[in-house]
């Protein structure tokens, strides 16, 4: 591909007309300082299986995942909660918000009018059949029927809301019959698929196209997506697209790289896992995987991309752990939070099985890197490693995090815990 693609060549790739709106974006919030490495203690815990996702609405937390049981946080008492259960986000009571829902869920965006959007590998919502994306009721945990929608096969990875519009992605290749494949946008309302909105994404020779994780800027003009992809139409985007979405037609942008074309290790149809815009929009970081330490490959790592210019990209910074995944990722504004199921950060000469190179610091599980430079800051609370964080929350008060351990900050804390400011 050219060095510079001309803007309107890509004009054709996705076209629909996209209203402004003034909402709160999937991007993080700011926060004024690093939080604390001492986590509350109010907060309840998942007593098995693994957190994947989490949401706020209002007052209240909703936690999505693969897991059966929840206990407050004094571990007095056991409650049963499959897969999606509630909190209070200022004093960890578990709300009754229970319903049934029989698979994984993988993602949750915040709704209007007390709900909450789930996306995952379920089939049925409360008894009713609806595949991969539904809308719920906070207050009685009743599935909304109006809100129809359902994915023709796989499961739905990312949500986001914004204005009167749902963005979805995962694995499927059509939403209520239309053809979409791994990112699609809907009416938030009724849930019908927006005719014109087609990233028209492909991967020749994958075995499956899919978008892992996407992320819309905070002023609701951009959005990133990563995952198992070659094209987005007519034109070359390896694991990464960067769509615009907020003028009067939305469309691939001439932003690019070629980072993430070298292989990681063999069978990662993509080993990108999560992108996250910062606050002020001017640049997003990408958390990978890929089991192939190299100095010269971004496996295993996080990179930092500015997102405001067209044209070819190479990295700002690369944080490389020497061999371990990155699976989680939130931009803050003073620090850019990392989780997985890493030992070491700085650590581009480490290998997995050699263990830390030169310079390398010790970061079990979760820590935090400069936005500036991709350094290790001091920020090292620790956490049992497991497969890795899953999931981060910004809000106001802090960052939440969903994972599959229950140490964290060397305090018991089952798989959710919260590091206030």
Known sequence: MRRRLLAAAVVAAVAVPVEVVATPAAADSAHPAVVSTNPVDWTPHVLDGTVWSL????????????????????????????????????????????????GAIYSLAAGDDHTVYIGGAFKSVNGTGQRGVARVSLRTGERISSFGTRVNWGDVRSLATRGDRLYVAGTFSAINGVNRVGLARLNATT???DQGFDARLSGPGL??????????????????????????????????????????????SSWYTDAYKPPCMKGFDTYLRQVKFSPDGAYAVIAATGRASSAQKLCDSAARFETRAGGRHNPTWVQRTGGDSLYAV????????????????????????????????????????SPNTGKALPWNPTRSRGVG???????????????????????????????PI
């Open 191 to 193: 849930g019908s698929v």
């Open 55 to 102: 949401a706020v609405v209002g007052d209240t937390v909703i936690v999505g995942g693969a897991f059966t049981k929840v206990a407050d946080s004094q571990r007095r008492i056991t409650l049963a909660r499959k897969n999606i259960f509630a909190f209070g986000l200022h004093d960890g009571e578990i709300r009754t918000f229970a319903p049934q829902v029989d």
């Open 330 to 369: 939130a931009v803050t504004g003073p620090a850019v939070y990392l989780g997985g199921h890493q030992r070491w950060f700085d650590n581009p000469y480490g290998t997995d099985g050699n263990g830390p190179g030169p310079g390398a610091v010790s970061r079990p599980g979760i820590g935090a890197v």
């Open 207 to 252: 075995k499956r196209v899919r978008v892992e994780h996407f992320d819309v800027s905070p002023d609701g003009r951009k959005l990133i997506a990563v995952g198992a992809f070659l094209r987005s139409g007519g034109h070359d985007r390896t694991q990464v697209a960067l769509f615009d979405v907020g003028g009067p037609s939305a469309m691939l």
């Open 389 to 419: 964080v899953r999931a981060f929350l910004v809000t106001s008060q802090g960052l939440f995090v969903g994972s599959d351990t229950d140490q964290l900050g060397r305090e018991y804390h089952g798989r959710v815990g919260m590091f």
